[in-house]
T-cell receptor, first 114, second 114 residues
Framework: DAGVIQSPRHEVTEMGQEVTLRCKPI?????LFWYRQTMMRGLELLIY????????DSGMPEDRFSAKMPNASFSTLKIQPSEPRDSAVYFC????????????FGEGSRLTVL | GENVEQHPSTLSVQEGDSAVIKCTYS??????FPWYKQELGKRPQLIID?????GEKKDQRIAVTLNKTAKHFSLHITETQPEDSAVYFC?????????????FGAGTRLAVHP
């Protein structure tokens, strides 16, 4: 397996624009997580899915953020409209059967909002 | 609240010395404590984890200890090498609001000098 695949690797956009980040988890993994990493706040859990169903989205900063998982092999994180304070590295991770197991992270999407 | 505190934020050691990183958690129901290593520009990767039914676990030069009564756990790296230089994150599963989720500490930047 190629591991967790994220795209784009880098995104530079202007304030107010819509941003869509994409993730393909490892095949057969039941859990998918979206984390955001910044210097100030470290690794923050935004939302996670179990079998494509959102379980906990309490970490989503505000209504500008939304996430979907239409099938077992694809998830998106959307920010609309984007703001400079959204600049961060967004990681997608998957785990096989449980939250309390190894998380396999993607390489991350570095977002810069000007 | 949901909290994992990690200390120190930076740690500098000479090659061959030992390094210790400490974390405390707030949820007495937590039972899973992983450690992740993130090299510069790379994704976090699991290096070792411990569950609440054991007090210590070793894997070659790394070990983790857990004190459930005091709600703290530590990472020990012996005979440090320059390739150990990275940011290390502790984490704990937090069972709040009916959800089980992994919360990360703020990270420790370890520098090993030859």
């Amino acid at each position: 397996d190629a591991g967790v695949i994220q795209s784009p690797r880098h995104e530079v956009t202007e304030m107010g624009q819509e941003v869509t980040l994409r993730c393909k988890p490892i095949s057969g993994h039941d859990y998918l997580f979206w984390y955001r990493q910044t210097m100030m706040r470290g690794l923050e859990l935004l939302i996670y899915f179990n079998n494509n169903v959102p379980i906990d989205d309490s970490g989503m900063p505000e209504d500008r953020f939304s996430a979907k998982m239409p099938n077992a092999s694809f998830s998106t994180l959307k920010i609309q409209p984007s703001e400079p304070r959204d600049s961060a590295v967004y990681f997608c991770a998957s785990s096989e059967r449980t939250v309390t197991g190894e998380l396999f992270f993607g390489e991350g999407s570095r977002l810069t909002v000007l | 609240g949901e909290n994992v505190e990690q200390h120190p934020s930076t740690l500098s050691v000479q090659e061959g010395d030992s390094a210790v990183i400490k974390c405390t958690y707030s949820d007495s129901a937590s039972n899973y404590f992983p450690w992740y290593k993130q090299e510069l520009g790379k994704r976090p990767q699991l290096i070792i984890d411990i569950r609440s039914n054991v007090g210590e676990k070793k894997d070659q030069r790394i070990a983790v200890t857990l004190n459930k009564t005091a709600k703290h756990f530590s990472l020990h790296i012996t005979e440090t090498q320059p390739e150990d230089s990275a940011v290390y994150f502790c984490a704990a599963n937090i069972l709040g609001g009916g959800y089980n989720k992994l919360i990360f500490g703020a990270g420790t930047r370890l520098a090993v000098h030859p």
